[in-house]
């Protein structure tokens, strides 16, 4: 059998839990398969000044096999993938993964499949996103008033931002570091691995543990190299993304707890909100999740929550 080229896209360090789950995930491949896969990985197209976003483009295409990227990116697509954005909802990251490994998951994964060129493999850990900024302690939505934070491509987003007082500012992630570094922008949020790995401890000194979005990254692969594929590589695909998912699953919870332990405090301040603070932030936007409710309706959202 001639060997298949697969070729993986991603957009951080090699040392980040993303990068770290796409070398599972051919490492996994390559021992089901051997020498019938060959297997490259491009594991930072930023470093080389392209956009992240180039890689949903790339992978559509069929340029690249399989990518990592927010779902957030997804909504134009299938709007359904608003839920996975809706602020201050999703506080059990196991609970999370139940409804993406359960009903909800399957059902993004019909929906875009059948509008677009790209296959759902598995749901990974984009991280629960905290604020950091260099301006002041963020503890109420008032202290957000009027600080220019940068924004994902993400509608609701941008209309959380602008109900709590930020200026959202819409940046790929090529053009966030940069950003960071000149001031453009006060603030930002990340999970905390991002927020280490992309330097913003050097800038922003206030990080405060919000949580305000959970993120999701779908591992999206070309589907019409998919359903090229035999049945013995679709089958061996399918289950080192089982694996690499859960192995993306570990390294992210255990990046939480090992940032904040490296956080040197004379340095940065860590802001932990208490159960009312975050309950002011949750009450601020809850128009918004309401809105979003009547929308799609109470089941859909209900299976994060």
């Known amino acids: 059998m001639v060997a298949i080229d697969m070729r993986f896209g991603g957009y951080q360090i090699p040392a980040s839990v993303h990068s770290r789950a796409l070398a599972v995930l051919r490492r996994e491949i390559e021992a089901r398969l051997g020498e019938g896969v060959r297997i490259e990985i491009d594991g930072n197209i930023v470093a080389r000044g392209q956009k992240a976003s180039d890689l949903l483009t790339m992978v559509e295409s069929g340029g690249l096999t399989m990518c990592y990227f927010s779902t957030s990116y997804l909504g134009k697509l299938v709007p359904e ?27 993004l994964t019909e929906k875009l499949g059948a509008c677009s060129n790209y296959r759902i493999l598995g749901f990974w850990d984009n991280g629960f996103r905290h604020f950091s900024n260099r301006v002041r302690p963020i ?20 209309r959380t931002f602008g109900i709590l007082g930020f200026e959202a500012v819409t940046l790929d992630v090529r053009d966030l570091v940069p950003a960071v570094q000149s001031g453009e922008v006060d603030a930002q949020d990340n999970p905390l691995t ?38 013995e590589v679709r089958e061996a695909v399918d289950a080192a993304a089982a694996v690499a998912t859960g192995a993306q699953r570990e390294f992210a919870a255990a990046e939480d707890a090992a940032v904040l332990a490296e956080i040197d ?6 802001i932990h909100l208490s159960e009312d603070e975050r309950a002011a932030f949750a009450a601020a936007v809850k128009p918004l999740v309401d809105e979003q409710r009547e929308r799609f309706g109470a089941k859909l959202i209900g299976y994060l929550v």
Do not use: Q
């Open 81 to 107: 993938f608003a839920v996975l954005d809706l602020p201050f909802m999703v506080r059990d990251r196991k609970k999370a993964y139940a409804a993406l490994d359960g009903s909800l998951g399957a059902l």
């Open 139 to 158: 503890r109420t939505p008032e202290d957000c008033r009027g600080l220019r934070i940068r924004n994902l491509f993400s509608e609701l987003h941008v």
């Open 194 to 231: 991002n927020i280490r790995n992309f330097g913003f401890l050097d800038h922003h000194r206030w990080i405060t543990l919000s949580g305000h979005f959970f993120g999701s990254a779908a591992l999206l692969c070309h589907a019409p190299s998919y359903g090229s594929w035999p049945d």
């Open 265 to 270: 405090p004379d340095r940065n301040e860590i």
